[in-house]
């Protein structure tokens, strides 16, 4: 740690140009020594790339940046990794056995780097029985969430076996998006799922590859240093952060000493019901059970066995029904296809897909980074969504300015938030706007959105974007979007908004390469 004196005047925040995913380095500044190193995510959505910055080049970056300064050789050193929440495009690059485009295979690519601190949310803390819970839950949707996609690809492509495939059906096409897009949100687990993959139900406990990768983060954490897990409104201790610096943590929500969170059997009213799934909530349990079952091999049929709305022996089972006379020139015929339910109550894949994603993101742990003097703020929501958003007004903290004591607020943070890593790459439902981007009324406002165009549906959301520009000020820095790439910001004319003193300042504090886009905010 550097001295007492050093007081940081300057970070410098990389966001590298891999593709779908976060990878933000943050390097302190105290003048023009670096105090401080911190690597916010290393993720890419499942089986993406960009060919222009495959990870190697983004792992070299890394490694020449973070090699001990003043001294030959030594290992990449950072004082601390977050990993804000266990999805794909925020921690694949963190799994144990990574394999790359140019063909690396199996190898942890962090291995050598040496890690002082980990910092991840309260919900990743396997000491704490209500993350425990919590998790096991989420994973468990993800298994179900899987099983669902796989059902769904396989009853449009007839891949079950089962002579109900719909072939015929009308509405086939609708249906094989519909089981595309359910797949692709098991993507985020880092789970395939194709009318052809095996359901990692079915393998019993196997982990999911995003928990693998958690753990792995966790591991790295204590070879060399140590794992620190933050509950909401906390600002973390000053011997751990640089100095002239003060780090809040605004999320993930708490869950109340009764668990009312994780007990509740019905969403709560408003917006706030999307803070984290309650996947006891009756309608999802059994839909969850149902899949899990069927990926046990326990039910042949198509419907959901545990989930079941009469008792056992008043159904017959698909295969059996096929076989019956009447039901083959009725139910099974042709002229009928339009009327079959077989696969109707995968419809609620598409809502549960939604819920599971939300609750998910929703973990992540959120940070302001400010600066003590000027107060100005680095905001790094993770994937926060909604729920997430508005927990935040609900804490305060008490810091010291010389020998007074003041309470701050969500609102003090985000009135002087001059740089915003925009939560989930840009999505409808992950920035708030009266309780969030309207509150960001400080004059240098800046936003890095980290995305690759058309890897994800409704990304980026052009409402949203519109608002950002507005005010941002036409400082907004897209990572890797053919359509918003980061160099048209050299050849933009100044926006008659910013006077031409702002505008320089922004361009002089801008550095473009094909690996990554830094923006160095002064403190
Ligand atoms: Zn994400």
Redesign the pocket.
């Known amino acids: 740690m550097a001295d007492k004196k050093q007081r940081v005047t300057q970070i410098k925040v990389r966001m590298y140009r891999q593709g779908f995913g ?1 990878c933000f380095l943050l390097q302190f500044f105290a003048k023009t020594e670096r105090v401080f190193t911190m690597l916010i995510d290393c993720g890419i959505k499942l089986n993406t790339s960009r060919d222009e910055c495959p990870i190697e080049r983004v792992m070299d970056d890394l490694r020449r940046e973070l090699a001990p300064q003043g001294k030959k050789g030594g290992p990449p050193t950072l004082d601390v990794l977050v990993a804000t929440h266990e ?1 794909w ?2 921690i694949a690059y963190f799994h144990p056995e990574t394999t790359t485009k140019s063909g690396g295979k199996g190898q942890d690519l962090f291995a050598d780097f040496v890690i002082r601190q980990v910092w991840l949310s309260w919900t990743e803390d396997p000491e704490n029985p209500r993350a425990r819970q919590l998790n096991s839950r989420l994973r468990d949707g993800a298994r179900a969430l899987q099983m669902a996609a796989i059902k769904l690809q396989q009853s449009t492509t007839g891949v079950s076996g089962s002579s109900t495939a719909l072939n015929e059906d009308p509405s086939r096409a609708a249906r094989t998006a519909f089981g595309k897009g359910v797949a692709e949100v098991a993507s985020f687990y880092g789970l395939e799922a194709t009318a052809h993959s095996e359901p990692l139900a079915a393998a019993g406990s196997k982990s999911l590859k995003t928990q693998e990768a958690l753990e792995n983060v966790i591991q790295l954490g204590k070879k060399h240093g140590r794992v620190r897990y933050f509950q909401p409104e906390t600002l973390v201790d000053a011997e751990n952060v640089p100095p002239g610096i003060r780090v809040y943590v605004l999320g993930p929500p708490g869950i109340q000493p009764d668990d009312k969170l994780l007990k509740k059997s019905n969403p709560s009213a408003g917006d706030r019901k999307e803070t984290y799934l309650n996947l006891d909530q009756a309608g999802f349990a059994g839909f969850v059970d149902g899949l899990l079952t069927l990926a046990d091999g326990t039910s042949a049929g198509a419907t959901p066995g545990a989930s079941t709305p009469f008792g056992a022996g008043t159904g017959l089972p698909l295969g059996a029904a096929n076989q019956n006379h009447y039901l083959r020139e009725t139910y099974f015929g042709q002229r009928e296809a339009y009327r079959k339910i077989d696969y109707t109550w995968l419809d609620a894949a598409g809502q549960f897909a939604l819920q599971l994603d939300g609750a998910v993101n929703n973990t992540s742990l959120v940070l302001a980074i400010e600066f003590e003097d000027s107060e100005k703020v680095l905001l790094f929501p993770g ?1 926060a969504q909604v729920g997430s958003w508005l927990s935040w007004h609900d804490l305060q903290w008490q810091v010291k300015s010389g020998s007074a004591t003041r309470t701050k607020t969500a609102t003090d943070l985000l009135n002087n938030t001059v740089l915003y890593k925009v939560s ?2 840009g999505s409808h439902n992950a920035t708030l706007r009266e309780k969030g981007l309207e509150l960001m009324t400080h004059p240098d406002l800046v936003a890095l959105i980290p995305e690759q165009e058309g890897k994800y549906r409704g990304i980026i959301h052009p409402e949203l974007l519109e608002r950002l520009e507005q005010r941002c000020r036409g400082r907004v820095i897209v990572s890797a979007d053919s359509g918003h790439r980061p160099e048209v910001l050299r050849t933009t004319a100044r926006p008659a908004e910013l006077d031409a003193k702002g505008w320089k300042q922004f361009q002089d504090n801008l550095e473009i390469t094909d690996t990554y886009v830094e923006y160095t905010v002064e403190g």
Do not use: K
């Open positions: 976060d999805h495009d925020h994937d989930h790459h």
